[in-house]
């Protein structure tokens, strides 16, 4: 079997992404589903909008928290957890912000 060029991978990739991520819009945000399943076998979706500031935010509207909490992660009680949690997103480039309503 030979082995895949670069190229025909970043295709697969692209196609994997188009079919496996579904997008609508709401007028003032949008939902994104993912691929992804939680601990219930259920898809993780997310919302993209935009604060009073202009920042893109991306939200589970807390639901990742929440599960990890009920796992017994805490990320208030640990300052060793609380800075892997913080460079596992930046890893991504993504920061944790725990909005108040």
């Known amino acids: 079997m030979d082995m895949p060029t670069i190229e025909a991978l970043k295709r697969a990739r692209i196609k994997w ?7 609508k819009d709401k007028n003032h945000f949008i939902e994104i ?4 399943p939680d ?10 909008y935009k604060d009073a500031d202009g920042n893109l935010m991306l939200s589970d509207d807390g639901y990742t928290m929440d599960e990890l ?3 017994g992660f805490d990320t208030n009680t640990s300052v ?4 892997y949690f913080n460079d596992t997103l930046l890893s991504f480039g993504v920061q944790y912000a725990q909005l108040v309503s």
Do not use: A, C, E
Not at 17 to 22: A, K, P, R
């Open 17 to 23: 992404l188009d079919v496996s991520f579904s997008y």
């Open 33 to 36: 589903r993912t691929p992804f």
């Open 39 to 48: 601990m219930f076998h259920d898809n993780i979706s997310l919302v993209l």
């Open 69 to 71: 909490g009920t796992l």
């Open 80 to 83: 060793k957890r609380k800075k």
